[in-house]
């Protein structure tokens, strides 16, 4: 299985970034070749201190613009300063020295804003779809906008249905209909776990959580671990 690496501006050029097992980790070689580093010296060094640095190999496509895959060695991106900071500047090449302190400095707060962003930005996209899906719901069952309104109002089940001109049967079956479109909500009101013919309002649903789990996920990581 191969893996698309993701391009990050930087300043005037690009870093290299790669999702791996829902994480974002970082191809070190093109960082040591851009910084005028001994690749083979770095390497020893992170192979070196597996429990440091948690370094993986993943088999990318896109690194070098051709298309051919390449097994590479990543770090994670929460480890990226540590191992950038074990580069002292001061003995690099003269003419290298500003830019392993600008990226020692800057890097890993351009990739981390990078990656957060696009998973933020999934979120509003799904959130945004949601809602569509809510208005047009509503429009197209007047009624259950007056149903959504008193339920996630904290009214009890039971007085709602009698103002509700419907059976207990009929009733039922449109409060379970509204929560699986997720039009109520569950902090206000819970109806039981049933099977749904909303499948893409499910999916929907779906991927918003697992979004937001793994932006928890991804800020614990970083702040937790540094």
């Known amino acids: ?8 501006p930087f300043h005037d050029e690009e870093v290299l970034m790669i999702e791996h097992e ?9 960082i040591c070749e851009r910084l005028g580093l001994s690749w083979s010296s770095q390497i020893s060094k992170l192979n070196g201190s597996p429990e440091r640095f948690n370094c993986v190999v993943i088999n990318t496509v ?17 480890k990226l300063p540590a191992w950038l900071f074990s580069i002292n500047a001061n003995k690099v090449r003269a003419d290298l020295k500003d830019d392993v302190i600008r990226y020692q400095n800057e ?70 209909e509204m929560d699986r479109c997720g039009l109520l909500d569950p902090a206000k ?21 697992v979004a937001k789990i793994k932006t928890e996920q991804l800020e614990a990581a970083r702040h937790g671990h540094p």
């Open 1 to 8: 299985m191969t893996t698309e690496l993701i391009h990050v």
């Open 22 to 30: 829902g994480e974002p980790y970082v191809p070190v070689r093109p």
């Open 62 to 78: 896109g690194g070098s613009g051709d298309g051919k895959n390449r097994e590479m060695t990543c770090l994670p991106l929460r």
């Open 107 to 176: 890097c890993d707060d351009v990739l981390w804003r990078h990656w957060s962003g696009e998973l933020h930005g999934d979120m509003s996209r799904l959130q945004s779809q949601l809602a569509a899906s809510h208005v047009h719901l509503l429009a197209q069952f007047p009624r259950w906008g007056k149903l959504v309104g008193l339920l996630n109002g904290g009214a009890r089940e039971y007085l709602v249905y009698k103002r509700s001109n419907m059976t207990s049967e009929q009733f039922d079956l449109e409060v379970r």
């Open 189 to 209: 009101f819970n109806v039981g776990a049933g099977e749904t013919v909303m499948q893409e309002r499910d999916r929907l649903r779906t991927e918003l959580w």
